[in-house]
Structures are given as C-alpha cells and as structure tokens.
C-alpha cells in the first residue's frame, strides 16, 4: 500500500507498507506502476528508451530470448574491454614495477639468507669480537676453581671441608648429612673445572673469521633496511615477489590473449546484434499495422503509425538500434516522432490505441487518461470508450473525462463536484449507483438531469456500453 497525506500547514508524509519514507522515494516506487496520459503530459512511451521497451515487450520471446543472449555476450565484452584497457594503460607502471621487483630478488638472491641466520652470526660475533676477554675470564675462572699454581682454589677448600666432617661422622648423623654434600659440592666443583678449562682452551681469536661474519652481517642489514624486520620478512617478500614478477612478466601475452577474446566476442555480439534487429523490425511492422487500424476506429482513418528500427554502430546495453515510433495523421504526409507529429488530440488517440495494442504485455498495472477524449466525439467518442474498457480488462484504468459516450463504459462512475461555504471551497468525490449514473449521463448530453428524452438516452448509451465493459 502506497499512500501520501497532507496536512493543512502543507507538511506531507510518504508511507510504503507502513513505514514512513522520503516523497522522491514514493515517486520512484509509483513512476512504474501507473501510466498517465493528459493533454500536455510528456507520457513514458515518448521516451526513446520506453519505446524501445515497448517494443521489446510486444515482440515477445523472439526479442526477448535474443536479447538476453546479447546482454550476456555484451558484459563479457565490457568485461574484457575494461581489463584489456586497464593493462595496457598501466603497462608502463607494470614494467616499472617488474624492474623493481627483478632488482630486489636479484639482491636477495646474491646474498641468500637462511632462516635464523641473522640471530646466530650476531651471536658469533659478538664471542669472537671479545675472544681475548673471554678467553682471560674463562682461565681465571679455572684457577680460582683448580689451581695448577698450587694456590688457594675452591676445590681444595671443599676437600678440607669434606675432611673435617669425615672425621665426626659417626658421631652425629647430621655431621654426616652435611659431609655428604660436601662431597656432592666437590663432585660438581671438579665437573665445572673441568668444563671451564676445555671452554678456555677452544677460545681462540681469529680475526679472519670475525671480519667474514661481520661482513656477511651487513650484508643480511643491508637485506632486512629494505626488505623486513628480519630474515625471515624478507625471506617472505623473496616469495610474494617472485610470484608478482611472474604475473607481471605474463602481461604480453595477457595482451594478446585479452585482444583476441575481445575480437571474438565482437564476432558473436555482432551476429546477435543483427537478429535483434531482425526480430524488431518484424516486430515493428506488426505494432505499427495494429496501432494503425485501431487509430481508424478512433477518428483517424488516414493515419499511420510506423516504428522504425535504425541499427547503429555503437553496441548499447539493449543492443545496437535506435528505435522510433512516427506518426503520418493525414494523407501524403511524412511519419514524423510521434513527439512532433501530432497535435495534443491525435497525441492522445495514439497514446491509447499504443496501450491497446501493448494491453497484457506492458509493465504499468494502472493507467491514468486525463481527458484523452479531448477534441473527439460521435462516434469516434464511443470507440474511446471502447477501446477503455478493452484495456481495463488487463490493467486498472482510471479515466477523467467530460464525455459520456467514454463515461458509459466505465465500470464505477465517480462524480468530482466542487462546494463552498462562502469561506473554504473543497472538492468531493461521489460514487453513483445505475440511477445517479443516468442522470450524470443525461446531464453530461443535455445539461439537465431530469429530461425523460436525456434519460432515455443516457440508458440507451449504458445498455449499449455493457458488453464492452470489463464487468459485464
């Protein structure tokens, strides 16, 4: 449900299924649903773009099947054209960037780090940059432990502690205690003596393996400035390069084969294209002869009505035609767009017999004529009517009319009638039962509603209206 209310200060409120939204929003969700036609409304089938689907409609499958071979066939060239663009715009910062690339794997191929190798070199270098240091610590370390000077050393003070509590052992079992471990301490002591005199031995200084770890340290900084925090960062940028190099090196031939799909799907586009165009033309004849012979019912017996399917060279998302209703209203006069080539009554007769003829196939479930009639009567008055009611069959029609050959057809008759108080004048709507539809009818005719002749006749006209009305 779509509704819309104004208040007397003039704020308005768009609801769509009971939730408030924007009035530009309402008018989107409308413009589909309801055709109008008036005298000076620019009605949707003027539109080159609707008569294209106007046409598109009537034809049927042979369009419609045709066509959606086409739009796929057209994304897949769009498709191709825009990725084959994009490559060859940007083939200069392509092979820039491959330049880079190649550049930067061949600098880490030189070096060819391994994983860990960075924590392990700074370690190396740091022992051997202080090999002297290390070397003195470590022997010092070893006499202070067992002395070959025959000086004080721990282990000597261990074995005196050890002597002493030997020799009370058996009179206290903590003494004992206390032995043991010292014994224990001694152990330990000559393991580490031993492990700290074979460390001062391997200690060695060599300034030739120290400048080669310093050397290929620098190498690895070098490395890790421009590539990663580490050796193992730029172990992984070796990898993502190395791929997008391969990308990047395939453009060529990503050219060429972009290019050749790009010319065989013009080849299929084209050849499609060109049984669209078939399709509609037929399709044109077809809808131009029914719109002509119902415009001979409706007043206008030496009109024609022409749709013209022009191919042009660009391919559209719809295909490649321009497509053109014309009308020629008299005799020996040339079809001109129906936009200039007839007058604001004739505009509206082929607005309506348009309607008639797409009637089933259009996407509008309600129309809208606003004194279509205008400048007909007689009996071209009662085809109108006619032809209405035909299109109220398949579609809700709502018609303002001052006719009463079109009103007679109408399933419901509303009367719009005006009043005011002397201060508010408001407009009001009426719908008539059979008897108040007699009498606007014989008004409509007559001017009064209470003629016996006028209500003869405006029975006469219901009665002959009926087997034409959508209800009866």
Known sequence: MLSRTVSAEGRSRAFAGGASLPVSRLAEIAEPLVAVHGQSDQHRLLRPAAQLGALDRFAGPPVSDALERYRTLHDALRATEQELDDVTTHARDRAREADLLRFGLEE???????????????????????????????????????????????????????????????????????????????????????????????????????????????????????????????????????????????????????????????????????????????????????????????????????????????????????????????????????ARGASGGELSRVMLALEVALAGSGPAPTFVFDEVDAGVGGSAAVEVGRRLARLARSSQVLVVTHLPQVAAFADRHVVVAKTDDGTVTSSGLTVLDDTGRERELSRMMAGVSESDSALAHARELLDSALPARARG
Do not use: C
């Not at 460390?199 to 310093?214: F, H, I, K, M, Q």
């Not at 007043?299 to 009308?327: C, K, N, Q, W, Y």
């Open 108 to 338: 880490v191929g030189a070096v060819s780090p391994q994983p860990g190798e960075d924590v392990q070199l700074a370690a190396e270098e740091a022992r051997l940059g202080h090999a002297d240091s290390l070397r003195v610590a470590a022997e010092g370390a070893r006499e202070a432990l067992s002395s070959d000077l025959d000086q004080p050393d721990a282990l000597g003070a261990a074995a005196a502690a050890r002597a002493a509590l030997e020799g009370v052992r058996d009179h206290d079992p903590e003494a004992a205690g206390l032995a043991d471990r010292v014994a224990e301490l001694a152990y330990v002591l000559s393991d580490l003596a031993a492990d700290v005199a074979s460390y001062a031995s391997r200690v060695e200084t060599d300034p030739a393996r120290l400048g080669s770890v310093s050397e290929r340290r620098a190498a690895l900084v070098a490395l890790t400035r421009k590539y990663g925090e580490s050796v193992e960062e730029v172990l992984a940028w070796q990898q993502r390069s190395a791929t997008r190099l391969l990308e990047l090196d395939g453009t060529d031939a990503r050219i060429e084969e972009l290019r050749s799909a790009r010319d065989r799907l013009t080849v299929e586009l084209t050849a499609v294209a060109d049984e669209l165009s078939k399709a509609r033309a037929e399709a044109g004849a077809r809808l131009g002869g029914e719109v002509t012979s119902e415009l001979a019912d409706l007043a206008m017996p030496h009109a024609r009505v022409e749709i013209v399917v022009t191919p042009r060279e660009r391919f559209g998302s719809s295909g490649r035609d321009d497509v053109e209703i014309r009308l020629a209203a008299n005799v020996g006069a040339v079809a001109r767009p129906l």
